[in-house]
């Protein structure tokens, strides 16, 4: 038997409930395989999702942390932080990533330090690892920084902008009154930005009121906007410390999508996901990846 998270807030409904006795009764039962049944459309949407979702995971994690770096070496070089700050993270050879801090944007944007990862450089496992954010790039496997004066490039400039167009946007929801995490994914063409919801509070952890966008190819506007939960769902952290699974709904997709992939990575437990095909689908981290399989 599975310890259950029922989160609620005033909008969920009694059907929460009863999927959580739904799970409980049917753990452990047999379970069908990701693709049973499932027509293409459906698992192309499943399988987009995980990248996504994946991709979401790791590039938020990567900016988390080379922030925590960024700052950590103003304050011991007791250099003042700047009134406006972006961040663009671009790949590097052989599979590495540089995160690179925007300032200036106004004038034309210039570097002010840079924050490299390694192939296989984990930033979540450094994250976790309790270190001093100024011990990270001596603690933490194939993370470097440099102080450099640069102009941004184009392709940071887009980061930039997109910051400012999808916060910018006045049917944005969040979740808290902190300032949200974002980032950029770029593929097939298109230019997907998300804006996660998050807490300045160790103590609170905030599970859903992410937005994705898709914007023009160089961030300036807007051209789809899909808020990724219908609910806000925030709780503390304490509450959560037993917990092995979390369930919501996902009333938009058949499914999941890729914020339930990313929930999965970053709170480390099985999310059960009902979708509006009805059935219920458990995602499980094994690594840096997601599975998925049909409980129901």
């Not at 997709?253 to 059935?279: C, K, P, Q």
Request: with cysteine.
């Amino acid at each position: 038997m599975i310890g259950v998270l029922i989160i609620r807030s005033n909008r969920l409904s009694m059907r929460l409930f009863l999927l959580a006795l739904i799970v409980l009764l049917v753990h452990g039962c047999a379970v069908a395989p990701p693709d049973a049944d499932y027509p293409q459309p459906v698992l192309g949407e499943a399988r987009e999702a995980v990248s996504l979702g994946t991709r979401l995971f790791y590039l938020e994690r990567m900016s988390a942390l080379a922030q925590a770096i960024y700052h950590s070496e103003l304050r011991r070089s007791q250099v003042a932080e700047a009134e406006s700050l972006d961040w663009a993270i671009s790949p590097i050879d052989q599979g590495g990533y540089v995160v690179a801090f925007i300032i200036d944007l106004d004038e034309g944007g210039y570097v002010d330090g840079e924050v490299f990862f390694a192939p296989g450089a984990d930033p979540d496992r450094c994250l976790r690892s309790g270190f001093d954010p100024a011990d990270y790039t001596e603690r933490c496997d194939g993370i470097s920084v440099a102080r450099v004066v640069r102009p941004a490039s184009a392709a940071e400039l887009v980061w930039a902008s997109a910051k400012r167009t999808m916060l910018g946007d006045p049917e944005l929801h969040l979740c808290t009154a902190d300032s949200p995490a974002f980032t950029l994914i770029e593929e097939d063409q298109r230019t997907l930005g998300y804006v996660l919801s998050a807490s300045s509070d160790p103590d609170v952890t905030v599970l859903a009121g992410h937005t994705r966008y898709q914007l023009s190819a160089d961030g300036t506007q807007i051209l789809s906007r899909l808020p990724l939960f219908q609910d806000c769902l925030v709780v503390r952290k304490q509450n959560t410390a037993s917990t092995t699974a979390i369930i919501v709904n996902s009333l938009g997709w058949d499914l999941f999508n890729e914020s339930h992939v990313y929930m999965t990575l970053e709170r480390r437990l099985r999310v059960i996901v009902a979708g509006r095909l009805g059935h219920q689908v458990a995602l499980d981290r094994s690594g840096d990846s997601v599975s998925w399989r049909t409980l129901r």
